[in-house]
């Protein structure tokens, strides 16, 4: 997914870390833009296509439900 960013800077390799935890698989992806200021753009971009990514692969997000307060 990052190889096909507008934003990718082809000079600098891409590197994929991964972590096991208790609750999953953490990822981690090592890529840089073509321009710094591009930064937050490029980090959206990569967000947005891994999300739509993982649901074309028929997965669905966790959501964490947060205990309410008592009285």
Excluded at 38 to 46: G, I, K, R
């Amino acid at each position: 997914m990052a190889l096909t960013s507008p934003f990718l800077n082809y000079g600098k390799s891409v590197r994929v870390l991964l972590h096991e935890e208790p609750w999953g698989t953490h990822y981690k992806l090592r890529a840089y833009p073509f321009d710094m200021r591009d930064q937050f753009a490029f980090v959206s971009d990569l967000k947005v296509r891994g999300k739509l990514a993982i649901a074309d692969a028929g997965a669905v997000e966790a959501v964490a439900l947060t205990p309410s307060p008592t009285p």
